[in-house]
């Protein structure tokens, strides 16, 4: 089964932009490490970055039919924009959102998340480590699907 981790505007910048509130990981140290525990477990992940709405939609869209599952931080667009939560319901697929600041102790325009009632669930406030907690939680999602579609084939057989 194929992860989809897609980050959103700046977080390129990762390890030099705010340190106090982002901390000094970089993106691709972060992605490193999610590699690391996909391939433990036995699953493809593939890692896109976008500055750009649109294309964070496209490649929502690519995932249908492609990847089993959608980490994502859509980062500034989280607060604004309904065509990623559109693209998302389409793609109709678990989806964990994750940001690494708490969202919900900074300013009053960022507690609110366009994409949160969309998703699986929402990770905050954990630093670059709400990474590995989303990678956790898909990998236990997308095992339950699995068993749920062994169970159902082996039903069918009978
Ligand atoms: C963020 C929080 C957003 O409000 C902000 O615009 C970001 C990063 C986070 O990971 O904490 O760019 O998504």
Redesign the pocket.
């Known amino acids: 089964m194929k992860i989809a981790v897609i980050q959103?505007?700046?977080?390129n910048l990762l390890g030099h932009?705010e340190q106090n509130?982002?901390g000094v990981m970089k993106l691709e140290e972060i992605h490193t490490q999610m590699e690391n525990v996909a391939k433990q477990n036995g699953f493809e992940i593939e890692f896109f970055q976008s500055n750009l709405e649109g294309e964070i939609v496209d490649r929502i869209q690519e995932c249908i039919g492609d990847a089993d599952g959608i980490i994502i931080?859509?980062?500034?667009?989280?607060?604004t924009s309904i065509a990623i939560r559109d693209a998302i319901v389409a793609a109709n697929m678990p989806v964990v959102e994750?940001?690494?600041?708490?969202?919900h102790r900074?300013?009053d325009?960022?507690s609110k998340s366009m994409i949160a009632p969309v998703t699986s669930g929402q990770i905050?406030?954990f630093g670059p480590f709400?990474y590995h907690l989303a990678m956790i939680s898909m990998i236990q999602i997308l095992g339950e699907i699995q068993a749920a579609r062994a169970a159902q084939a082996k039903q069918e057989e009978k």
């Open positions: 959103g505007p700046n977080l932009r509130v982002y931080n859509p980062a500034a667009y989280t607060h994750v940001h690494i600041s708490n969202i900074r300013e325009f960022r905050v406030g709400g």
